[in-house]
């Protein structure tokens, strides 16, 4: 079932997602940077579950491939939706290439079994992360206070609805492999971005803050 080629029409875009949710399916809009879309041409979107914050293809083709400014942006907008890494891989180049495009960008998915349910019950719940290489090993909230635990990075960030950000960083050569952040319930919602030494990031999916004591609620795609 191919939609109509009506690209400039959104309510018809968007009528399409979510007939398409009713049969079953989950969209993920992919790649905007390097569609070179802009804010214009994403910002009346809705329903989508998830969009692609890191593309290890399109980062060969031109350094397209991270772009988390588009995931803020839908999410400022009021959009509930995950953000996911992938390879796009084509596999033009040999694994021992510099310019192969496999084994790039993932999910790490938090799954009781390696079934399909598992699996995809996970990837609708949010109970995952995405990454370049670095691992977000555990996030909780406990009397409004942030704790994170990482794999050994140089930045722990976390990015809300505002400018402002919860931060932590070390001087090059030192790594740290966890953080903790006072919330103030300002922030309405967070996200959580590392990055390692190699320059590689990984991120949480958005958390809704709830209540006057900060507790996360995962965005999900029945609330899009």
Known sequence: ??????????DYINEYIQRMKKYGFYACYNHPYWLLQ???????????WGMEIYNYGCEHDGLYGFNPQSYDEMLRLGNRLFCVATDDNHNQYPFDNPLCDSFGGFVMVKAES???????????RGDFYSSMGPEIYAMSITDGVLE?????????????????????????????????????????????????AQGRYACSNAYELCGTVPRLRAYNMSDG
Do not use: W
């Not at 809300?160 to 952040?181: D, E, I, Y």
């Open 1 to 10: 079932m191919l939609p109509k080629r009506r690209y400039n029409d959104m």
């Open 38 to 48: 802009n804010y214009d041409d994403y910002k009346n979107l809705r329903g989508f």
């Open 114 to 124: 390696l079934t399909y349910e598992a699996v995809t019950g996970a990837l609708l």
């Open 148 to 196: 994170i635990e990482t794999s050994p990075v140089e930045k722990i960030y976390v990015m809300t609805s505002g400018r402002n950000c919860h931060k932590t960083v070390v001087p090059m050569g030192q790594t740290l492999t966890g953080a903790s952040f006072t919330l103030d319930g300002t922030e309405e919602y967070i996200r959580v971005q590392i990055r390692d």
